[in-house]
């Protein structure tokens, strides 16, 4: 087998063991949970992958005999998170692509990140299912030309419901120790576009008390 190919299949092997972490970044987990959680058999394959992603992305803790993994809000190495999210886009099939290109081509920068939230994030979706949508964009841009985009979606088949929110109040929500609609799109999501953007801000609301 080719070595590249090799790698590339152990390293989306290991990346899989991340998408816990991405779907309830708040969550502290066992390694015996994310072995659960992904159906992994081998507890040390698990335990070696946990351990190199520790020197980066996550941090481990002790707690009496057990360790615990978390996201390190203070990481500055995004390129794993990237391949975890792009993994979970590549799991999820049925997302309308197409209509989501319909708004995007409406948008006249790059600067923004766009999430699919609701059913189709969760793969849940029926045929008359409503696509949500979640845009975040930079405080100093104005919102109206991406709400516009959005009103494309209102025509289309899924129908496509869709908010536009600056970064400080996508933040807002995430650290505001109530359930929100922020809060959900972190739990429940498929980045499009925008991941690096979008890490930013979680990990700025995991250093000051974001939690479920």
């Not at 987990?29 to 994310?34: D, K, P």
């Not at 929500?173 to 999501?189: Q, T």
Request: proline content about 2%; hydrophobic content about 35%.
């Amino acid at each position: 087998m080719d070595r590249t190919i090799q790698n590339t299949g152990q390293l989306k092997k290991e990346i899989a063991l991340l998408i816990p972490f991405i779907k309830e970044p708040w969550k502290d987990f066992t390694l015996s949970e994310i072995k659960t959680i992904t159906k992994n058999k081998s507890h040390h394959y698990v335990y070696e992958a946990l351990e190199k992603f520790s020197k980066s992305i996550l941090k481990k803790e002790m707690r009496g005999n057990t360790n615990i993994y978390k996201i390190n809000e203070n990481t500055k190495d995004l390129d794993n998170f990237t391949l975890a999210e792009i993994s979970l886009k590549e799991r999820n099939t049925q997302i309308p692509i197409k209509v989501i290109q319909q708004i995007q081509d409406k948008i006249k920068d790059s600067f923004y990140t766009l999430l699919v939230t609701g059913s189709y994030a969760k793969n849940k979706q029926t045929k008359s299912s409503d696509l949500d949508i979640a845009i975040i964009i930079s405080n100093q841009m104005n919102k109206k030309p991406y709400e516009i985009a959005l009103k494309e979606g209102e025509l289309t088949i899924p129908e496509v419901h869709g908010f536009v929110f600056t970064e400080d109040e996508f933040y807002e929500m995430l650290i505001n120790k109530e359930f929100n609609y922020g809060k959900e799109c972190a739990k429940n999501h498929i980045i499009i576009h925008g991941i690096t953007a979008y890490y930013k801000i979680l990990l700025r609301s995991l250093q000051n008390g974001f939690k479920s």
